[in-house]
Nanobody
Framework: QAQLVESGGGLVQPGESLRLSCAGS????????VGWFRQAPGKEREGVSC????????TIVNSVKGRFTISRDNAKNTAFLQMNGLKPEDTGIYYC??????????????????WGQGTQVTVSS
């Protein structure tokens, strides 16, 4: 069964870093655009960053620009979200999602068809 598996979440203090990984299992990510989305308690799921199947295009939300970086290694069938300078408002469940590469680019959750189970990120002193 094809699935996405996230890892790398945890509890950190403000200013620290985490690196999230999203591995494809039974899913060849090189054919897929990949996105990272997050959901804080009581809030809607929001797009954090997305990257095209070949890494040639990426989108990142303004609130994390300069702190977060999305990347991928298709040889390892894995995508990453490097998160530096974490803030308490970054707390939430982070989800990896994928959709077969598209001509019409978007980083909207409803456009993505495969989802991981999520990994908790908590930023607190």
């Amino acid at each position: 069964q094809a699935q996405l598996v996230e890892s790398g979440g945890g509890l950190v203090q403000p200013g620290e870093s985490l690196r999230l990984s999203c591995a494809g299992s039974g899913l060849e990510l090189r054919y897929y655009d990949v996105g990272w989305f997050r959901q804080a308690p009581g809030k809607e799921r929001e797009g954090v960053s997305c990257i095209s199947n070949n890494g040639g295009r990426a989108t990142i939300v303004n609130s994390v620009k300069g702190r977060f970086t999305i990347s991928r290694d298709n040889a390892k069938n894995t995508a990453f979200l490097q998160m530096n300078g974490l803030k308490p408002e970054d707390t939430g469940i982070y989800y990896c999602a994928a959709v077969v590469s598209r001509s019409r680019w978007s980083c909207v959750a409803t456009d993505f068809t495969s989802w991981g189970q999520g990994t908790q990120v908590t930023v607190s002193s």
